[in-house]
């Protein structure tokens, strides 16, 4: 009990490193100038995919810290991603039971419906109050990015890392054995 409690705080530090590194390079001053296309949000696939393969390692206060101070640190409006973040991360983790027989399209097909949901309700609010944001079509193109760049980024952060689905109910935690 005391290994398994251990390696989740390791993971959920390691996460926090992780969000913190990604967060450092976004405010490097490394993009030249206007007209180039925007990067994938790097930071949410890893998120969902860590809520996909191993919910109990990114708790709703964790992701909701992390993605808060990544706001005021991006100059996003305070909240308004972090609140879409938690509401895409329940949907996945409550369809975790679903999820872990499903093949990879299937799974690649549900995060590609939650990162669409979320950017669109998220450009549909900043409309709603009159906030400025970039245009609609770079804002296209940057969830199609990130759509594409979940397999990277789900091997690399995920499987990598040795996360995987686990493959059945007396696997996750707290399980009675």
Same mark, same amino acid.
């Given at each position: 009990?005391a290994?398994r ?6 993971y959920? &530090?390691?996460? @926090? !490193?992780?969000a913190? /590194?990604v967060?450092?390079?976004?405010l *490097?001053?490394l ?19 860590w ?8 708790p709703v206060?964790?992701?909701?810290a992390?993605f ?7 100059m996003?409006p305070?909240?308004?991603?972090? &609140?879409l973040? @938690? !509401?895409?991360?329940? /949907?996945l983790r409550?369809?975790?039971? *679903?999820?872990?027989?499903?093949s990879?399209p299937?799974?690649w097909?549900l995060?590609?419906g939650v ?21 609609f ?13 979940y397999?990277l ?8 890392l040795?996360l995987?689905?686990p493959?059945?109910?007396s ?6 054995r």
């Amino acid at each position: 009990m005391a290994d398994r409690i251990g390696g989740l705080w390791w993971y959920r &530090a390691l996460f @926090v !490193l992780i969000a913190a /590194f990604v967060v450092f390079l976004h405010l *490097l001053p490394l993009h030249p100038g206007p007209g180039q296309l925007p990067g994938p949000d790097v930071l949410l696939l890893l998120v969902l995919s860590w809520t996909i393969m191993r919910p109990e390692l990114v708790p709703v206060l964790l992701v909701a810290a992390v993605f808060l101070v990544c706001d005021l640190l991006i100059m996003r409006p305070p909240g308004l991603w972090t &609140a879409l973040t @938690v !509401l895409g991360c329940e /949907f996945l983790r409550s369809r975790r039971i *679903l999820l872990r027989n499903a093949s990879f399209p299937v799974e690649w097909l549900l995060v590609t419906g939650v990162v669409a949901g979320m950017t669109v309700a998220n450009a549909l609010i900043l409309s709603l109050f009159a906030v400025p944001q970039p245009a609609f079509g770079l804002t296209v193109i940057r969830m199609l990015f990130t759509i594409a760049v979940y397999p990277l980024v789900l091997v690399l952060a995920g499987r990598a890392l040795g996360l995987s689905k686990p493959k059945g109910e007396s696997e996750s935690l707290g399980a009675r054995r």
